[in-house]
Nanobody, 125 residues
Framework: QVQLVESGGGSVQAVGSLRLSCVAS????????MAWFLQAPGKEREGVAA???????TYADPVQGRFTINKGNAKNTLYLQINSLEPEDTAMYYC???????????????????WGQGTQVTVSS
């Protein structure tokens, strides 16, 4: 069983930056695929960035170049760096994990069975 806890959200001005963190209850470094999802009010939860168990990253087209996903030196932490924030980035951000996983469909919420509670990001213009 893996428990995930996100932090780092907040209210920021557009064009600013944030780094979200996700701490897992156990070591996730080489065994889990992990991802960040966002869910805006009234919309579906969608994957924006993922990193597989081999360390290969995948990004949704709309965030390519602005979002960076990485696993920290501590073997149980996942990060999402968000630069050039836009009001459209306002959403609840969730961390997700699955043992091993597959690069096929890695941004699909159906691929993950462990979820955090989310951290809210609000971007004002």
């Amino acid at each position: 069983q893996v428990q995930l806890v996100e932090s780092g959200g907040g209210s920021v001005q557009a064009v600013g930056s944030l780094r979200l963190s996700c701490v897992a209850s156990g070591s996730i470094y080489s065994s889990y695929s992990m991802a960040w999802f966002l869910q805006a009010p009234g919309k579906e939860r969608e994957g924006v960035a993922a990193i597989d168990s081999g360390g290969i990253t995948t990004y949704a087209d709309p965030v390519q170049g602005r979002f960076t996903i990485n696993k920290g030196n501590a073997k149980n932490t996942l990060y999402l760096q968000i630069n050039s924030l836009e009001p459209e980035d306002t959403a609840m951000y969730y961390c997700a994990a699955v043992y091993k996983g597959s690069r096929l469909g890695i941004l699909s919420r159906l691929a993950y069975n462990y979820w955090g509670q989310g951290t809210q990001v609000t971007v004002s213009s």
